[in-house]
């Protein structure tokens, strides 16, 4: 006899909600794939999709300038990084205003990386926000903003403990956070571990597992030790030997991916964030098997 039927195989049932991230272009030939990529994923209808913002506010301008664009020639709903990182209150506050100016109602809070570089001790500016909580109650001090903040299953690299880095998250919620997304991980095991002890904390706001489809490997590996994320060794071994195989190592990547996508939802997830890396290929195939379908409403509109 068969069993109950998996979650990820149901037919007649609302697909999962899924979310992208892009960042924003540096040329003229990034600009084109980022752009070819949001074309692609927008008709899946996402529930938004985010925009990185660089270390210090280096990519300030063009992610106000790709996130603007997006509110103009898409249905989409863009949610812009911001940082505490290298400005003042005030000149934080005037980004949050030239978002809501531009139409966007979705802030992703970050405290950002150190001015000096990953690893290195963070030093609040002095007249600026010094933490993502106080960036989150600024934000909602500012205007009627949907605010999303990190969350990290396998503690943050600078927390002490797990318990302190959800002592963290707790204040982000306190502050008016509406939805956490989790830095990626690789082992599905590690997310649920972490939502079991988020939620006997008392935080109820969703924890949106954020996914990054593994096509490079080795970037993946090396993203993974800037942050702190696990890479299980029989993961690394799916991987093996492919460096001078692209084609199987593309194959191999879309069931990697589908296979920890499919299994997040068999487990009880609704939401997921893909970080794409302004890559459409991959992550449109594994919302296909998610059940998403195009539509056309949601297409970029013709720019007049």
Request: net charge negative; proline share 6%.
């Amino acid at each position: 006899m068969s069993g109950p039927v998996r979650a990820s195989r149901e037919l007649g049932k609302a697909p999962v909600s899924v979310s992208f991230e892009f960042f924003p272009p540096k040329t003229e030939e990034m600009e084109r794939t980022l752009w070819a990529s949001i074309d692609r994923l927008a008709p899946l209808c996402p529930n938004f999709v985010s925009v990185t913002y660089g270390a210090g506010g280096s990519t300030r301008e063009r992610t106000h300038s790709t996130v603007a664009r997006i509110v103009k020639e898409t249905a989409l709903a863009p949610a812009a990084h911001l940082t505490c990182v290298a400005a003042t209150r005030a000149e934080i506050d005037e980004v949050v205003r030239s978002y809501a100016d531009a139409g966007v109602k979705h802030i992703v809070a970050l405290r950002g990386d150190p001015t000096t570089g990953v690893g290195t001790k963070y030093e609040p500016h002095p007249g600026g926000y010094a933490y993502a909580a106080d960036l989150v109650a600024g934000i909602k001090k500012l205007g009627d903003f949907e605010v999303s903040v990190s969350a990290y299953p396998e503690r943050h690299p600078e927390s002490p403990d797990a318990d302190a880095d959800i002592d963290v998250l707790a204040r982000k919620v306190d502050a008016g956070a509406n939805r956490a997304i989790t830095q990626f991980f690789f082992d599905n095991d590690v997310y649920f571990r972490y939502l079991d002890k988020v939620r006997a904390r008392g935080i109820d706001i969703p924890i949106v597992p954020g996914i990054l489809p593994v096509t490079n490997f080795k970037q993946a590996a090396r993203f993974a030790a800037a942050t702190g994320a696990s890479v299980p060794d029989w993961f690394a071994a799916r991987f093996e030997g492919l460096d001078d195989d692209p084609e199987t190592r593309k194959l191999i990547a879309a069931a990697v991916a589908a296979e920890q996508v499919m299994d997040l939802v068999d487990r009880g997830a609704t939401d997921i964030h893909f970080y794409t890396l302004n890559r459409a290929d991959l992550v449109y195939a594994v919302c296909h098997l998610l059940g998403l379908r195009a539509q056309a409403a949601a297409a970029p509109a013709t720019a007049a």
